[in-house]
T-cell receptor, first 110, second 114 residues
Framework: SQQGEEDPQALSIQEGENATMNCSYK?????LQWYRQNSGRGLVHLIL?????REKHSGRLRVTLDTSKKSSSLLITASRAADTASYFC??????????FGKGTMLLVSP | EAGVTQSPTHLIKTRGQQATLRCSPISGHTSVYWYQQALGLGLQFLLWYDEGEERNRGNFPPRFSGRQFPNYSSELNVNALELEDSALYLC?????????????FGSGTQLSVL
């Protein structure tokens, strides 16, 4: 079963708009990560936030973590067409490795 | 620095056959992870190898197996293929003990079972 679940499943926006994706998880974590996947290829690590952090920034990315609600959000500001991809949250947990959600498909139209 | 490489890119097999997928980790990485990404199911953890040993496996039947070689490259074998094994198989690597921190993924092998 999935540890993290992303919401929404799909998101369609215009270039320049902000995109917000959410992730909920079930058990305690040490860290939560976000990855990006272009067109069914390999995943690329975007950002990691530790359980004792509440917010983290990297370029146009902003991640928040609320351990009391077992949820995280990924905000992409000023989206570009090149941001079109699937975004996955991943948590450390079962099997001593990362467990991924089903992802959010983001479409950014020019 | 070369990334994680997987071969073949695409593989077409028929039901009942065996498939072998290969993965070379980033230089210096000793841990290799295999994930299955079937349509609509997200990434499902398959196997984790480190220093030549299988460290853990996900909830998959024994016909999914693999090994890690002394140079840390890895093979995933799927026996008695079934139609539902059709998926993108992703390999990832990390330095030992950092699998929780960051995984580096290959581009995957698209397996189609007819």
């Amino acid at each position: 079963s999935q540890q993290g679940e992303e919401d929404p499943q799909a998101l369609s926006i215009q270039e320049g708009e902000n995109a917000t994706m959410n992730c909920s998880y079930k058990t305690s974590i040490n860290n939560l990560q976000w990855y990006r996947q272009n067109s069914g290829r390999g995943l690329v690590h975007l950002i990691l936030i530790r359980s004792n952090e509440r917010e983290k920034h990297s370029g146009r990315l902003r991640v928040t973590l609320d351990t009391s609600k077992k949820s995280s959000s990924l905000l992409i500001t000023a989206s570009r067409a090149a941001d079109t991809a699937s975004y996955f949250c991943a948590t450390d947990g079962r099997y001593s490795t990362l467990t991924f959600g089903k992802g959010t498909m983001l479409l950014v139209s020019p | 620095e070369a990334g994680v490489t997987q071969s073949p890119t695409h593989l077409i097999k028929t039901r009942g056959q065996q498939a072998t997928l290969r993965c070379s980790p980033i230089s210096g990485h000793t841990s290799v992870y295999w994930y299955q990404q079937a349509l609509g199911l997200g990434l499902q953890f398959l196997l984790w190898y480190d220093e030549g040993e299988e460290r853990n496996r996900g909830n998959f039947p024994p016909r999914f197996s693999g090994r890690q070689f002394p140079n840390y490259s890895s093979e995933l074998n799927v026996n008695a293929l079934e139609l539902e094994d059709s998926a993108l198989y992703l390999c990832a690597s990390s330095r030992r003990g950092t699998g929780y921190e960051k995984l580096f993924f290959g581009s995957g092998t698209q397996l189609s079972v007819l």
